[in-house]
């Protein structure tokens, strides 16, 4: 079934996401578009679809680490728990999708994750590091975006979904960070220079025109 829409004038006044951001704005050194924004509220079957791949792929990236990385006890502590919780995402992403009479299917990806990649290091524990500063991009990038689009959704009455976006709002936040400090933890020398590498390139990855819609996709083409 469905879900209707509740009439703007109607719904609830939207939360503040600035209360959850913190210092998110700052270490990702540019804001969401808005022609983005405008894209993804005209767009919201795409954009719940790739929201659940993304939560899929985290708690994946996640398990992976675990995988290689079997020494490093702190991070076997906060992969774990962040697994689970991007697992319990998805499964309510999907619970949204159901009540909108949206099917989950395969979508391709977009450029965003695989440019960043292209900046991890071959060797270690610099690829460790840089896996854990790509993370923190990503969990950051997230949080800004659905602080972006809580207020535009309850202005256009989906109170459902702008509850639930305000909701993943701490949890992402507290990834970025666990990424950050793990990060931090097991390189052997400053991160300044290689965050600021990462920032650029991300930076770049959601300023320029995109061709293809994705959660983390840069300014849409215009059709």
């Given at each position: 079934?469905?879900?209707?829409?509740?009439?703007?004038?109607?719904a609830?006044?939207?939360?503040?996401?600035?209360?959850?951001?913190?210092?998110?704005?700052?270490?990702l050194?540019?804001?969401?578009?808005?022609?983005?924004?405008?894209?993804?509220?005209?767009?919201?079957?795409?954009?719940?679809?790739?929201?659940?791949?993304?939560?899929?792929?985290?708690?994946s990236?996640?398990?992976?680490?675990?995988?290689?990385?079997?020494?490093?006890?702190e991070l076997?502590?906060?992969?774990?728990?962040?697994?689970?919780?991007?697992?319990?995402?998805?499964?309510?992403?999907?619970?949204l999708?159901?009540?909108?009479?949206?099917?989950?299917?395969?979508?391709?990806?977009?450029?965003?994750?695989g440019?960043?990649?292209?900046?991890?290091?071959k060797?270690?524990?610099e690829?460790l590091?840089?896996?854990?500063?790509?993370?923190?991009?990503?969990?950051?990038?997230?949080?800004?975006?659905?602080?972006?689009?809580v207020?535009?959704?309850?202005?256009?009455?989906?109170?459902?979904?702008?509850?639930?976006?305000?909701?993943?709002?701490?949890?992402?936040?507290?990834?970025?960070?666990?990424?950050?400090?793990?990060?931090?933890?097991?390189?052997?020398t400053?991160?300044?220079?290689?965050?600021?590498?990462?920032?650029?390139?991300?930076?770049?990855?959601?300023?320029?025109?995109?061709?293809?819609?994705r959660?983390?996709?840069?300014?849409?083409?215009?059709?």
């Open positions: 079934m469905i879900q209707d829409a509740v009439s703007p004038e109607l609830t006044e939207a939360p503040d996401p600035k209360t959850v951001l913190g210092d998110i704005p700052d270490f050194g540019n804001r969401t578009p808005q022609a983005w924004v405008e894209k993804a509220l005209d767009n919201l079957t795409v954009l719940l679809i790739d929201h659940a791949q993304c939560e899929k792929k985290a708690a990236a996640a398990m992976s680490m675990m995988y290689k990385y079997v020494d490093r006890r076997l502590s906060k992969m774990s728990k962040l697994a689970r919780e991007e697992l319990v995402h998805f499964d309510q992403v999907l619970k999708m159901d009540d909108r009479g949206i099917q989950y299917t395969h979508l391709t990806a977009g450029r965003y994750a440019a960043l990649h292209e900046l991890i290091r060797s270690e524990p690829k590091v840089d896996r854990l500063i790509l993370g923190a991009f990503v969990e950051a990038r997230s949080c800004e975006r659905f602080a972006a689009l207020p535009e959704l309850y202005r256009r009455g989906d109170e459902v979904l702008g509850r639930f976006y305000f909701s993943l709002l701490k949890s992402e936040a507290r990834h970025y960070k666990d990424y950050l400090t793990l990060a931090r933890q097991y390189s052997e400053e991160i300044t220079d290689r965050v600021d590498a990462f920032r650029e390139l991300e930076a770049r990855l959601i300023e320029l025109p995109d061709e293809t819609f959660f983390h996709s840069g300014v849409p083409v215009q059709e």
